[in-house]
């Protein structure tokens, strides 16, 4: 594994999170799923390969579109790939299978007809040599289309937590540029470069906006400790002791009283949908 970092993160308590509420997540994240799938112009007999697949949502619809075909999910985490194949085997998929391991430097033999992700392609050490390798994992005249984060200023979901909490406890240390995380395809020009200089072509970058539910439909304390709980809010709240987290959390509660719905918290997601030819 090159990406010895990412590996211990998702295979640590932030993997056994996802993993424990993967059917908040796939709440949360559900609306991405069918224009992914759309982009990817998934045929029934297509061969798939899901990038980053995690608990596996995206990988079972895509293996649905290509009911004569297969899907093979890879991801780096093993708690989120045990509760993937035990998914897959509750809803019955048997065109479906999971690989632990990390695309970056993983050993593909070149039968795939698309590769597909969904927040799952921003976490490589080397992006470049990560989307070389997956390159090498498309047939002749195969495809990509994934979906990634744009920065995290433009998705309110994330920027309207992080402007209460950082008066409270104060802005957490910035990453190194470029560094692996959740927004660090923020920049589409930089995504277009990664692509290119891996050997992609026609590559297309779309602006898409999403209205979702903050924890997948949560009423909005359950909400306001779900963000407490997760990478995201751990990432913001640092090291604050538990009065200091305390007023933090209530902070987040009252920013996010105006986006409350009887549905749920309701916020902005800008996403990139990103297409490219082998």
Partial sequence: MQNDEQFDYWNGPEGQHWADYDTTFDAMLGPFVEPLLDAAAITAGDHVLD???????????????????????????GPMLERARARAADDGVTNIEFVHADAQDHTFTADFDVMISRFGVMFF????????????????????????????????????????????????????????????????????????????????????HLRLLLGGGLALDDAVAFLGEGGMGKRLLGEADPPTRERALAAVREALVPHATAEGVRL??????VRAGR
Avoid: K, Y
């Fill in 51 to 77: 990038v980053g697949c995690g608990n596996g949502a995206t990988s079972r619809a895509a293996a649905r579109h290509a009911a004569n075909g297969r899907v093979v999910g890879i991801d780096i985490s």
């Fill in 268 to 273: 902005d997601a800008a996403v990139w949908m």
């Fill in 125 to 208: 050490a080397d992006p470049v040599a990560a989307f070389s390798n997956l390159r090498g994992a498309l047939r002749a005249d195969g495809r990509v289309a994934f979906v990634c984060w744009q920065g995290l200023f433009a998705n309110e979901w994330v920027a309207v937590p992080a402007a209460a909490i950082v008066p409270v406890v104060g802005p957490p240390e910035a990453p190194p540029p470029d560094a692996p995380g959740p927004f660090s395809f923020g920049d589409r020009d930089r995504v277009s470069r990664i692509l290119t200089a891996a050997g992609f072509s026609d590559v297309q970058i779309d602006d898409v």
